[in-house]
């Protein structure tokens, strides 16, 4: 009886032990801690099976002697390749090639061992890592790490499924940024569901649809480059933007809210009051931009503009959301030989004409 209590007692001890130093040293306080290997400071021994469910094929027959040189539990010595990886290698040879793509996370210099990150043996988590998957990811890309905490507005695309692994092949890819696939390709991919909803309960866009709908696309999406506009990993704008740009239908106008437009295009579009160049959105020269954005209660951009995708020229939307209620207000946008019109929504149907001059300017 108190020899099976020192037992458990013993077990208890070594659970603990486990638990606190994953990724220290061996929790087996046995004599297979005498095994030679490569590194030291990161967890390579077997962990206890009761605590590391997720066994390696070959660990689970219990023949150490598959991997090391003594086929003897206590005792197994050393690998018997020259290194950890040939170990891997010996049976999972299409491995080898993936770790052959273009753009390398093991490299020198950068990750040398598949142990970095997987337990040759058993773990407690998928893929036999070391570490939950996240945590193993953030441990080494404190830069990212840093990201994610101060983020007001996070992407769950890095918290969901498989986090970082649903855009970044941990191994190696012909994608720079050990991506997957191309930016946009995995942007839209994901984004092409519909009913997706953001953190903030806004129904997302099915951007596979609105791309196949809408053939004007803003000169960036045609580029095929969605962080021209949106960070990735998160960031400290809305809607992950890498610039400011209001949330709203309405915002009082400071040019500082738009500078994610005016990373791109001139500020002076909206707001210089006449003009006869700088925008056809005018009357004469009487610059329509800064009459309906320029002002206390300006319309942002997207009351008339679909940032990403229309089917009309400048991208003038069909209709806009309006309120919080989701309803449609319709735009009713014609495009004229000399200007354009605008059918009674907002206002009276009203006409503006950008190739005769209004009496405030002098004629050229
Ligand atoms: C699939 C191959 C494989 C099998 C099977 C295997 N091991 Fe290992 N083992 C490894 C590799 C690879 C290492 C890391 C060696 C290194 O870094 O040099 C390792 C390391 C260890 C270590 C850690 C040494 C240290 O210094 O931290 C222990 C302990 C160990 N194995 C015990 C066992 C026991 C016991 C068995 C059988 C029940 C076993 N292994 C079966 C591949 C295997
Ligand atoms: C003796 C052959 C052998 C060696 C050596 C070997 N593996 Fe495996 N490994 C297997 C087999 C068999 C499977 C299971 C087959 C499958 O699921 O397709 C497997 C599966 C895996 C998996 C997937 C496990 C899961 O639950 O999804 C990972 C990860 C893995 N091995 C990593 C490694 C690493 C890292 C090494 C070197 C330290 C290694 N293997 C060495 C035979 C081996
Ligand atoms: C930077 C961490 C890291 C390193 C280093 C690493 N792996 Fe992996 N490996 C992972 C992750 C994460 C997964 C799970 C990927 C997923 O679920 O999409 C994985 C999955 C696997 C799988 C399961 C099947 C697959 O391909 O998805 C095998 C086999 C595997 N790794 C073998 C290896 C071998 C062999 C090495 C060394 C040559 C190695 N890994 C190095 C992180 C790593
Ligand atoms: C053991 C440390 C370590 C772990 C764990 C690790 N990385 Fe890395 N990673 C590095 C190093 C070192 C580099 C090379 C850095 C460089 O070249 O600037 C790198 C490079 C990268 C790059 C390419 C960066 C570039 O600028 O091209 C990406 C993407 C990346 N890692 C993602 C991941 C993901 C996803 C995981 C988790 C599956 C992960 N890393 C786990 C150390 C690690
Ligand atoms: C939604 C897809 C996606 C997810 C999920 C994702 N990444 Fe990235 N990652 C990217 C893209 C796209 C780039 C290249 C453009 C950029 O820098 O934003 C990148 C770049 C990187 C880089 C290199 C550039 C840099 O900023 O240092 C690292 C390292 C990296 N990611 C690590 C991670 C880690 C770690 C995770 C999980 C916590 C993760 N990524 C999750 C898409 C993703
Ligand atoms: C693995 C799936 C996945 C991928 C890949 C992905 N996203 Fe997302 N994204 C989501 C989910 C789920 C949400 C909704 C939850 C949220 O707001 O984070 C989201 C939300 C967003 C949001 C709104 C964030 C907010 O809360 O305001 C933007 C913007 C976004 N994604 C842009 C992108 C861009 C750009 C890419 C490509 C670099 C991309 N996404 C790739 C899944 C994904
Ligand atoms: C020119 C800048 C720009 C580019 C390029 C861009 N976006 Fe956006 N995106 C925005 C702006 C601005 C918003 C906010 C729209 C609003 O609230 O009216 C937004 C909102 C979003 C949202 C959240 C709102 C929703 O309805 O889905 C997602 C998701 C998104 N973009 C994905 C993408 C993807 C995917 C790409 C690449 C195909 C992309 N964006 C390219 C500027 C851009
Ligand atoms: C990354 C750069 C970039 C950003 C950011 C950007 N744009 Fe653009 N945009 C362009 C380029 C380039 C063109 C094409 C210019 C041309 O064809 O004259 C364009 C064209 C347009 C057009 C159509 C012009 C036409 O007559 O067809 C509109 C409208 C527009 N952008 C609105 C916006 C709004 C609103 C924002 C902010 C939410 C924005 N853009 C942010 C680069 C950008
Ligand atoms: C009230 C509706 C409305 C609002 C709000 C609006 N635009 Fe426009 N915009 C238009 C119309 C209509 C055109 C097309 C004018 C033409 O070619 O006849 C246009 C054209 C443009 C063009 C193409 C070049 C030009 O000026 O002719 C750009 C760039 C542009 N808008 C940017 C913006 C930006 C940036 C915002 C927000 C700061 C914005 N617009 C807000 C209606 C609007």
């Given at each position: 009886m108190a020899k099976q209590l020192r037992c458990l007692a013993a077990f208890v001890a070594v659970a603990v032990l486990a638990i606190a130093g994953r990724s220290q040293a061996s929790p087996l306080k046995t004599e297979v801690n005498k095994v030679g290997s490569h590194r030291k400071g990161v967890l390579l021994a077997p962990m206890p099976r009761e605590i590391a469910p997720r066994t390696h094929a070959p660990f689970q027959s219990g023949k150490c002697g598959v991997c090391h040189v003594n086929n003897d539990e206590r005792n197994p010595g050393?690998?018997?390749?020259?290194?950890v990886n040939e170990n891997c290698y010996s049976c999972h040879e299409d491995t080898r090639d993936v770790m052959a793509?273009?753009?390398?996370?093991?490299r020198e210099g950068a990750i040398e061992f598949c142990t970095d990150c997987h337990n040759a043996h058993n773990s407690v988590e998928k893929a036999l890592l070391v570490e939950e998957l996240g945590s193993l990811c953030l441990k080494c890309h404190a830069g990212i790490k840093n990201q994610l905490a101060k983020g007001k507005v996070q992407h769950d695309a890095v918290s969901k499924d498989k986090k970082c692994a649903n855009c970044h092949n941990p191994h190696a890819s012909n994608v720079e940024r050990l991506l997957i696939a191309l930016p946009f390709d995995l942007c839209v991919r994901c984004h092409s569901k519909d009913g997706m909803v953001s953190d903030d309960g806004k129904t997302m866009t099915n951007y596979k649809t609105l791309l196949a709908e809408n053939k004007v696309w803003h000169a960036p999406i045609r580029a095929k480059d969605c962080s021209a506009c949106h960070k990735t990993h998160a960031a400290d704008n809305f809607r992950l933007l890498v610039n400011e740009y209001p949330a709203a239908f309405y915002a009082p106008y400071e040019r500082k809210t738009y500078a994610l437009c005016y990373g791109c295009h001139n500020d002076r579009v909206v707001s210089m009051e006449e003009t006869t160049t700088l925008t056809h959105f005018r009357d004469g020269s009487k610059n329509l931009h800064f009459v309906h954005v320029a002002r206390e209660r300006g319309r942002t951009c997207r009351a008339c503009h679909e940032v990403h995708a229309a089917k009309q020229d400048h991208r003038i939307r069909e209709s806009v959301p309006y309120g919080k209620s989701g309803w449609e207000l319709k735009v009713g946008y014609t495009k004229l030989p000399d200007g354009g019109s605008c059918a009674k929504t907002c206002h009276e149907t009203r006409t503006y004409n950008n190739k005769t001059l209004t009496s405030s300017l002098p004629k050229p």
């Open positions: 050393p690998i018997k390749q020259s290194s793509r273009k753009y390398k996370h093991m």
